[in-house]
């Protein structure tokens, strides 16, 4: 369910992100330019990047090197993945930490003509890390289950 809601939001902030560009284009040749257009494409695309990266996340789609895991053994292999699972988690918690005092030190920034907080940009980076923290530790549970099971 949440997966289908994230995209769905992902879905419609391209959307928007496409037809405010395509307004802007429009106005801008027609000699009345948007001046805020750019600010709120770049809010909408930040977003868009975290939905994203989440979304991949899921889905497994994220790079990542399986020369050394192809080449254990079933059992190596999960224990492997979980340890990957972990520090990548450590990983990201950290990096939340960092995000989310960055927003914060970013509130009183007014971002251009829409003077709109710089934190409204700047939230996406937690927002977006607490939806992959969601979803490693989905992953995670999943595959200590499965090493169980064997």
């Known amino acids: 369910m949440?997966?289908?809601?994230?995209?769905?939001?992902?879905?419609?902030?391209?959307?928007?992100?496409?037809?405010?560009?395509?307004?802007?284009?429009?106005?801008?040749?027609?000699?009345?330019?948007i001046i805020w257009s750019i600010e709120v494409a770049q809010l909408l695309f930040v977003w868009l990047v975290m939905l994203a990266a989440d979304l991949a996340m899921q889905q497994g789609r994220h790079f990542?090197?399986?020369?050394?895991?192809?080449?254990?053994?079933p059992p190596a292999q999960r224990i492997l993945e979980i340890v990957n699972y972990l520090i990548v988690l450590a990983l990201i918690?950290?990096?939340?930490?960092?995000?989310?005092?960055?927003?914060?030190?970013?509130?009183p920034r007014l971002i251009g003509a829409t003077?709109?907080?710089g934190s409204l940009i700047h939230a996406a980076m937690p927002f977006g890390l607490l939806l992959m923290v969601?979803?490693?530790?989905?992953?995670?549970?999943?595959?200590?289950r499965a090493t169980d099971a064997v």
């Open 93 to 107: 918690l950290f990096l939340l930490v960092y995000a989310v005092r960055n927003a914060v030190l970013m509130h």
């Open 64 to 73: 990542g090197l399986s020369l050394l895991v192809d080449i254990l053994p």
């Open 115 to 117: 003077q709109m907080n």
């Open 2 to 33: 949440y997966q289908r809601l994230e995209f769905a939001c992902a879905a419609l902030l391209l959307a928007s992100i496409v037809l405010l560009i395509g307004v802007a284009a429009v106005t801008r040749f027609m000699g009345a330019p």
């Open 134 to 144: 969601r979803t490693l530790a989905v992953q995670l549970y999943e595959r200590i």
